[in-house]
């Protein structure tokens, strides 16, 4: 049994810096595998194609490569790389990429052991270990909500991408100045920043980047990972119980309500962006 103190949980989402986001992941992430049955962090594009954790994880991971234009021998440097699910789904759909996962949470660096054309790097998103100009795409798949402060992940991104290179994001939002009744419990439960789009936007664009594309999904995000959980919370909670107590996934629950709620009235939303220099 995994023991957490409630102290400690509230004070790591309250206060959500480095690294209290490091001991939060390191903690929970268990959670989300215990509940999909596989090693991929976010939250999924669903679909009728994709009605499961597994496929609608794989799925946004494709969407994300789709957009971010990945093509085989790139350089790509993904920030808040989780437990490298996505680096080795994109490894093995694009031939001899060659990719570099930062992660400032060594614990889930080290989950995966050696990979082929993997390095990975502990290190911050504020100050990443890469030359000028040297990388073709940095992505942030779920992540940059965490970054601390987001300006400089992003000014960052800029020195290291070569001329043509890609910064591209995806990342739960605000689509208003959400108040705590709007989003009640998300408020403590959702251990990150709530940026809204027009702050993101003018956040990347006075840091150098243009804006060519941005995707809206969260219809296809929140709603259906919601309806998946509460149809399948039986098991789910079978399996957690396994190794977390029962107020762990009672949190959860309650989150995924309200998360379904908050999604239903366009207080949250989902957001892809794909930024040129």
């Known amino acids: 049994m995994i023991s957490i103190n409630p102290l400690d949980l509230f004070l790591w989402t309250f206060r959500r810096n480095e690294k209290d986001v490091v001991n939060l992941y390191t903690s929970l992430s268990p959670v989300m595998q215990l509940a999909t049955g596989g090693s991929m962090l976010n939250f999924g594009y669903w679909s009728q194609d994709h009605p499961d954790p597994i496929s609608a994880q794989k799925n946004l991971c494709q969407v994300f490569a789709d957009l971010a234009e990945l093509s085989p021998g790139m350089d790509i440097v993904d920030v808040g790389s989780g437990l490298s699910a996505p680096s080795k789904l994109w490894r093995d759909s694009y031939s001899d990429l060659k990719l570099y996962d930062v992660n400032i949470n060594f614990k889930q660096l080290v989950f995966s052991g050696s990979q082929k054309n993997i390095e990975f790097l502990n290190s911050t998103s504020t100050k990443l270990p890469f030359q000028n100009h040297s990388a073709d795409r940095v992505l942030a798949l779920e992540s940059a909500q965490h970054f601390k402060p987001l300006s400089d992940f992003i000014t960052e991104s800029k020195r290291i991408l070569k001329p043509s290179g890609l910064l591209v994001i995806a990342i739960p939002i605000t ?86 709620k908050a999604s239903e009235s366009k207080t949250i939303d989902y957001a892809l962006l794909k930024c040129h220099l």
């Open 175 to 260: 689509t208003k100045n959400a108040s705590f009744r709007d989003l009640g419990l998300l408020k403590f439960t959702w251990s990150s920043e709530h940026y809204s789009m027009d702050y993101l936007k003018n956040l990347i664009s006075s840091n150098g980047f243009s804006i060519s594309e941005e995707k809206l999904i969260g219809s296809n995000v929140y709603d259906p990972l919601a309806n998946y959980y509460l149809k399948n919370r039986n098991k789910i909670r079978y399996a957690i119980l396994k190794s977390y107590p029962s107020y762990v996934e009672k949190i959860l629950f309650k989150s995924i309500q309200k998360m379904k």
